[in-house]
């Protein structure tokens, strides 16, 4: 490379660069160095985050899944007990099915039966007499209400004498006068789970509720406490930390060490599992690789201070030429090169900012493509042409299209008479109400007519359901402008708005000449989209029998019989839109 111009006071220049590039590349040659040693520290401590964030996901997952067997296999069990409804002399069978059921299932403190009229028919406890035939109305009880309307329900973490945690389960039958049965679970049993649960040496697992009270810990005193809020509390600060970080977190324990933990969740009780590992045993291994990176620091030092003189020197001139390059940009002209003479990293530089230049006038020209496609396409189909460099869409074919135009009803006498600022602002106001709800629905607005407007959907791009979009845009323009009309009959304005729309086919492409292209559609479904149009009273949007065919069933279409239409021998079967039916329009 040479030197570039502007070279007056060029001495001071390079004095100051070069002091400031010596410093910039002394850094540059001793930031390998740092950077070996920070990155070897970094992805060392990434790995080892990320080995944490499987080991432990697993574990919890692992953990999540059995005890929602657990949960599961009570709920499939008690769905037994309620394949039939209840019958006059079943009591005893049902009682002994119940005591099988006890026996099966040690989590089980006690089983309540309750028929299809809401009545306890049975109750049978470990821990509290035995009931049978009470007739007791439970059709109130939570657990009976949700079953019913769930199937299975899961009642709230309880905790007895503010003890051992227990939980209601209820399942009710396929049928409603099969009836529910309600179980009370003793939750200590997950114990079992939870203690068989070790990472590393002094990893560990617990279990919280939806409430964040303890259900499950290897420290079975620390359960017995679980209805305690203040002894969970740093349980549930750890679950909060997880929840934030959006993987494994970092927190601190019942005794208050730091500890690395992940979390899943069980679905259906809306319980949580935390695995954790004590912090220094987790990051043990990364002490090692800080170490080694002090060595390479000091190694690499002497020779970053000569490679940085030398190479400061070399760069002043190159920089200078580069700045101007700049400067060259930075006014327009996206036409000027930098000469390049070697081929080192100068070099190099060179060549990208002279890709860049052509890059910037390639996407000067980008913008101004894109912004004639928007004068009469959607932008996201605008968009499209430009990134495909498609422009087979814009070409003259034959397709069958939905056709909208609108206009306003009384605006010419209003025009006639008001000022030109106030009608130039309704027609802003107007074509921005629109212009939003068309460029929403992704159609294609072809011209601007007066106050009128002629929409397309179906071409240039694909629309997969032209007829039911094609509605619901007329129904959105209708919505946008009637609140606009209200707005200026306020004002004294006698202004409606009508909307017209067909579907058939039609010749599609571009027309125009070399310097003004516009797209539209040419055929007699166009015709006819402008003869609806002019047929709609205000707020009305009047369509033609294939379009209503087309939406038969989604739209509620009132006939109002044949039309002679301007244009048209026969007389139209025209049809209004009166509103969508409910859950099919959408």
């Known amino acids: 490379m040479t030197d570039s111009p502007g070279r007056a006071g060029a001495s001071g220049f390079r004095q100051s660069l070069l002091r400031k590039y010596f410093l910039a590349l002394f850094a540059a040659a001793v930031m390998p160095l740092l950077g070996s040693g920070g990155m070897e520290a970094w992805f060392g401590y990434q790995d080892q985050r990320e080995r ?13 899944s059995r ?41 089980i ?29 439970r059709s109130a009880d939570p657990a009976v209400a ?11 973490v309880t905790y007895f004498r503010d003890s051992e945690p227990f939980m209601r389960i209820a399942v009710a039958g396929n049928r409603a006068v099969v009836g529910v049965a309600v179980a009370e679970i003793n939750l200590k049993l997950i114990w079992d789970v939870i203690s068989a649960i070790h990472v590393g040496r002094t990893g560990h697992a617990f279990v919280l509720d939806a409430e964040g009270r303890l259900i499950a810990h290897p420290d079975i005193s620390l359960v017995l406490r679980g209805g305690d809020a203040a002894a969970a509390r740093p349980l549930r600060m750890l679950r909060d930390a997880i929840r934030a970080e959006g993987r494994s977190a970092i927190g601190r324990d019942t005794a208050g060490a730091s500890v690395v933990a992940a979390m899943a969740v069980v679905p259906g009780v809306d319980w949580t599992v935390i695995v954790h590992q004590p912090l220094l045993e987790a990051f043990g291994p990364i002490d090692k690789a800080l170490r080694r990176t002090g060595a390479l620091l000091l190694l690499g030092s002497a020779f970053a201070g000569i490679l940085a003189f030398w190479l400061a020197r070399r760069m002043t001139g190159p920089i200078r030429q580069i700045e101007y390059g700049t400067e060259q940009i930075g ?23 002279n890709a860049m230049a052509g890059e910037l006038a390639l996407s000067q020209e980008r913008q101004e493509r894109i912004s004639r496609l928007r004068r009469f396409l959607a932008p996201q189909v605008a968009e499209l042409v430009d990134r495909t460099g498609d422009d087979s869409l814009l ?26 600022d106030e009608v130039m602002h309704v027609l802003a106001a107007y074509f921005e109400a629109l212009g939003r709800v068309i460029t929403e629905h992704g159609a294609t607005l072809t011209q601007f007519t007066g106050d009128g407007l002629m929409v397309l959907l179906n071409a240039p791009v694909i629309c997969p359901e032209a007829s039911p979009t094609a509605m619901r845009l007329a129904i959105d323009m209708q919505d946008a402008v009637q609140s606009l009309v209200a707005e200026w009959r306020h004002r004294g304005y006698a202004i409606g708005f009508g909307v017209g729309a067909t579907m058939g086919p039609a010749t599609v492409g571009q027309i125009g000449y070399e310097n003004r292209l516009d797209y539209t559609a040419i ?64």
């Not at 006690?110 to 007791?136: C, F, H, K, P």
């Not at 090169?337 to 990208?352: C, F, K, T, Y």
């Not at 939905?402 to 009384?410: H, Q, T, W």
Request: hydrophobic content about 45%; proline content about 5%; aromatic content about 6%.
């Open 52 to 64: 944490l964030d499987e080991l432990l996901g697993v574990e919890a997952r692992a953990a999540a």
């Open 395 to 420: 070409e003259g074919r034959r397709v069958e299209v939905a056709v909208i135009f609108c206009d306003l009803r009384g605006f010419t006498p209003f025009s006639a008479k008001a000022a030109p």
């Open 109 to 137: 403190v006690s089983l309540t039966l309750v028929d299809g009229a809401g009545r306890e028919q049975l109750r049978i406890s470990r821990i509290g007499l035995n009931q049978v035939g009470s007739l007791v109305d």
């Open 67 to 107: 005890i929602q067997s657990f949960v599961d296999g009570i709920g499939d069990q008690l769905g037994w007990m309620v394949q039939l409804p209840w019958s006059a002399g079943a009591e005893e069978r049902q009682r002994l099915d119940a005591l099988r059921l006890l026996r099966q299932v040690p989590a």
């Open 146 to 156: 949700g079953a019913r309307m769930v199937r299975i329900w899961y009642g709230p």
């Open 523 to 586: 055929g007699p479904v166009v015709n006819l989209a402008g003869r609806l149009c002019a047929a709609a009273e205000d707020g009305q949007i009047l369509i033609d029998s294939a379009l209503a065919d087309q939406v038969q069933g989604l739209f509620d279409a009132a006939p109002l019989g044949p039309r002679v239409l301007k244009g048209f021998d026969a007389g139209i079967e025209i049809y209004s839109i009166v509103r969508p039916v409910p859950n099919a329009a959408a």
């Open 331 to 353: 006014a327009g002209h996206f036409d000027h090169r930098i000469p390049v003479s070697s081929a080192d990293e100068l070099g190099r530089l060179a060549q990208r900012f």
